[in-house]
């Protein structure tokens, strides 16, 4: 047991922070930064695309993918099914969202790849595409032992924790950057947009805490079929 905290408190935790989170970026966007858009003579509308499908994605979905087998009490193979899916979610939405980030940056004559949110930003999607592509071939693509899925495990659970981290860090970089930006420009610090702003990073960090809480928490009072363990046990 991790300090008598059952999975199960720390999901419930992840799903409504996770809509939280989603409404106050799209408040964010929208209604403080004019709204989104792939083609516009304002490019600022483009960029706003790159924050809404980062976060939900990476941190929404994500996050609701390494929690699925602690979520649902459906068999475990069901739970293999949404976990995949959750996951190509995730990538695609922040695939898109790269996309536009770098649209943005070209169509206004910005460099690319010039801070420290850009590299880990550029880490994360690289190392979650790697991780879902290692993921399918080993745990769904038939013909592998059940002796390797077994071993590799826990492995893919820990690299997955460290993926999503550097997703979070990636994220709370990126409010930061472009807040400082926003500031520079005339923004108040202490006006709502800046609020909402530092609020976001801070749900942001709470939805990590949690999800990383419901990996190494028990599922269940007592072990089944349905679930795998805390993997603080599956590493022991």
């Not at 709370?172 to 005339?186: D, I, P, R, V």
């Not at 609020?195 to 949690?210: K, P, S």
Request: charged share 10%.
């Amino acid at each position: 047991m991790a300090l008598g905290i059952r999975a199960v408190g720390c999901t419930y935790v992840v799903h409504l922070l996770g809509v939280v989170s989603a409404a106050l970026v799209l408040v964010w966007c929208i209604h403080f930064r004019g709204g989104l858009a792939f083609e516009a003579t304002n490019k600022s509308l483009i960029f706003n695309i790159h924050p809404v499908l980062t976060l939900i994605g990476f941190i929404v979905f994500g996050g609701e993918a390494i929690i699925s087998y602690k979520t649902w009490p459906l068999r475990k193979e069901v739970k293999k099914l949404f976990h995949l899916i959750l996951h190509a979610v995730a990538l695609t939405l922040g695939a898109i969202g790269t996309y536009a980030v770098f649209k943005y940056h070209n169509e206004k004559g910005i460099a690319n790849l010039y801070s420290l949110h850009s590299w880990t930003g550029l880490g994360t999607i690289c190392l979650y595409a790697i991780q879902c592509i290692f993921g399918f071939i080993v745990f769904f693509y038939p013909g592998i032992a059940e002796s390797v899925r077994g071993e590799v495990l826990p492995w893919h659970i820990l690299f997955g924790l460290l993926v999503y981290a550097l997703a979070v860090i990636s994220t709370e970089l990126g409010f930061l950057e472009k807040l400082t930006f926003l500031e520079k420009s005339g923004l108040s610090k202490y006006g709502p947009e800046a609020f909402l702003v530092n609020f976001m990073g801070l749900i942001v960090l709470l939805i990590g805490g949690a999800v990383v809480l419901s990996v190494i928490a028990p599922a269940h009072t007592r072990e089944d079929n349905f679930s795998y363990t805390a993997i603080s046990d599956d590493l022991a």
